[in-house]
C-alpha cells in the first residue's frame, strides 16, 4: 500500500468556521491532489500540487485554498465553512501527471458542516 | 470535452452470477489512459486497473476482465462468477491531457 495518511479522518465543524485537513505521504511522490466525492459526481478535483509551493486549481476551487511547504505534507484549507462543502475529502498522489500513471489514494476525512 | 459516464447507478446480483460494469468515456486527445477503481464498504480507493488508448487488447486478472473498444468509447468490467466480497462502488476514470475525470460510479452488491 502506498505510504499516504489524512488527518483528521472525521470532522464535524459548524458553518462559518476555519478547516484544515491534512495529507501526509512517504512515497517522495512530486505530485499530490485533494479530491471531494458526492453522491452522484464521483470524485472531483480540488486542487493539486506539482511541487513544493507550486499548486493550480481543480474543478471544483472555490472556497478551497491549499499549501505545500514540504514534499510529503499537503493540507487543504476551507476559509469559512460551508454546507455544500459537506463531503468526504480523498489525498491522492502520483510521481508524474503524465496519463500513464495511476494515483494512489489515502484513506479519505469525512467532513460534516453543521 | 473530456467526459466519464457509468450509466449503471446501482446493479444488484446473486451470488456466483456475472456483472458487467459499463463505462462510456469522451476525449479529444488520441492518446490517454483508462482506470479503474474499487472502493469497498470501509471507504478507501483501490487502483485496479489502467490502460492506455493504444492497446485495445482485453485484460483478464482472475474472475476480472476488461473490455475496452475504442470504436464505441467503452471500457467496461466484467466481474465473472461473482462474490460477497465484490460489493463495492467501483469508478472508472480517464486521464488525457486534462485532469484525471471520474465517473459518478456503479454500486455493486452481491447478495448471498
Known amino acids: 500500500d502506498a505510504g499516504i495518511t489524512q488527518s483528521p479522518r472525521h470532522k464535524v465543524t459548524e458553518t462559518g468556521t476555519p478547516v484544515t485537513l491534512r495529507c501526509h505521504q512517504t512515497?517522495?511522490?512530486?505530485?499530490m491532489y485533494w479530491y471531494r466525492q458526492d453522491p452522484g459526481h464521483g470524485l472531483r478535483l480540488i486542487h493539486y500540487?506539482?511541487?513544493?509551493?507550486?499548486?493550480d486549481k481543480g474543478e471544483v476551487s472555490d472556497g478551497y485554498s491549499v499549501s505545500r511547504s514540504k514534499t510529503e505534507d499537503f493540507l487543504l484549507t476551507l476559509e469559512s465553512a460551508t454546507s455544500s462543502q459537506t463531503s468526504v475529502y480523498f489525498c491522492?498522489?502520483?510521481?508524474?501527471?503524465?496519463?500513464?500513471?495511476?494515483?494512489?489514494f489515502g484513506p479519505g476525512t469525512r467532513l460534516t458542516v453543521t | 470535452a473530456q467526459k466519464v459516464t457509468q450509466a449503471q447507478t446501482e446493479i444488484s446480483v446473486v451470488e456466483k452470477e456475472d456483472v458487467t460494469l459499463d463505462c462510456v468515456y469522451e476525449?479529444?486527445?488520441?492518446?490517454?489512459?483508462l482506470f479503474w477503481y474499487k472502493q469497498p464498504p470501509s471507504g478507501e480507493l483501490v487502483f485496479l486497473i489502467r490502460?492506455?488508448?493504444?492497446?485495445?487488447q482485453n485484460e483478464i486478472s482472475g474472475r476480472y476482465s476488461w473490455n475496452f473498444q475504442k470504436s464505441t468509447s467503452s471500457f467496461n468490467f466484467t466481474i465473472t462468477a461473482s462474490q460477497v466480497v465484490d460489493s463495492a462502488v467501483y469508478f472508472c476514470?480517464?486521464?488525457?491531457?486534462?485532469?484525471?475525470?471520474f465517473g459518478a460510479g456503479t454500486r455493486l452488491t452481491v447478495k448471498p
Open positions: 491522492a498522489i502520483s510521481p508524474d501527471r503524465a496519463s500513464s500513471y495511476e494515483q494512489y
Open positions: 512515497e517522495n511522490h512530486r505530485y
Open positions: 500540487s506539482y511541487g513544493v509551493k507550486d499548486t
Open positions: 476525449t479529444r486527445d488520441t492518446t490517454y489512459y
Open positions: 490502460r492506455n488508448s493504444f492497446d485495445e
Open positions: 476514470a480517464l486521464k488525457d491531457n486534462n485532469d484525471m475525470r
